[in-house]
């Protein structure tokens, strides 16, 4: 029985092994704060901010992707870090890219939506904003096989129609606090650290806008961790209830 059972804990954790590999002086991921899906909205520049967060706590998010070249750099710079964090994907390169949607997914961050093209849709008629975000769910059901829980707007340009049917559907928009303006170009790591720290030092923390899909970004990525653990923030991972509505 001994030996079985040493045998069944050894099994046991050489299947995590990303839990054990980040480094002793890693960021790592302070807790988990999971939200019910009631189509609420948070993030400080459009909404009330995150309830349950405390001052130096930050949310990581990632938006744009899943995209081949970059997407992988970020997945690797997270977990070397043993940081979670959520991506808001959009549905066009989540359908041409599903096993590396499904790739982040597995890595344990969480995954929402960001519309199936990246469309402002205060130009579109009513009927073409529910198509793409009914393109949208589709592509995520496609790829991931669950229902989606969380959607932030392309250029965080809310629109009247989408809102009301994002919260008709119980789904939780999600806007930002934070960000290092990472779609500006040519942008170094301590640019971007400069500008993440300086916008925090404002928000006090909170929900950090990023993009899986730039280059620099995912480059910079390492460095950015490094920043936030040098300057005392703790990252926290937000995850939904996974519960079907
Ligand atoms: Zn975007």
């Known amino acids: 029985m001994g030996l079985l059972l040493a045998m069944a804990l ?7 092994p990303a839990q054990t590999a980040c480094a002793a002086d890693a960021l790592g991921t302070s807790r988990t704060l999971t939200l019910q899906r009631e ?4 993030g400080t520049a459009q909404h009330a901010a995150l309830p349950g967060l405390a001052p ?8 744009d992707g899943p995209r081949p070249e970059s997407t992988p750099l970020v997945l690797k710079a997270l977990a070397d870090q043993c940081v979670k964090a959520s991506f808001f994907m959009n549905g066009e390169p989540m359908r041409a890219h599903a096993a590396l949607a499904r790739q982040v997914r597995d890595a344990g961050h969480s995954v929402g939506m960001h519309g199936f093209q990246h469309l ?3 130009q579109l008629p009513a009927a073409a904003q529910i198509a793409d975000l009914d393109a949208m769910v589709a592509a995520y059901r496609e790829a991931l096989g ?4 969380a959607y932030r707007f392309p250029f965080l340009a809310e629109s009247p129609v989408l809102m009301a049917a994002l919260r008709e559907r119980g789904i939780t928009v999600m806007s930002v606090d934070a ?3 990472d779609w500006l170009p040519d942008q170094t790591p301590q640019m971007l650290a400069d500008k993440l720290l300086g916008q925090l030092a404002k928000s006090g923390g909170g929900i950090v806008l990023l993009h899986d899909v730039q280059d620099q970004t995912a480059r910079a990525l390492p460095f950015l961790l490094q920043a936030l653990k040098a300057k005392g923030y703790r990252v926290v991972h937000l995850r939904w209830d996974d519960v079907p509505r």
């Open 179 to 181: 960000g290092a303006e």
């Open 120 to 122: 402002a849709f205060g």
């Open 56 to 63: 130096k706590d930050v949310v990581l998010t990632f938006d």
């Open 10 to 16: 050894a099994a046991a954790t050489s299947a995590q």
């Open 146 to 149: 669950s229902e989606p829980a």
């Open 39 to 42: 189509g609420a909205a948070w």
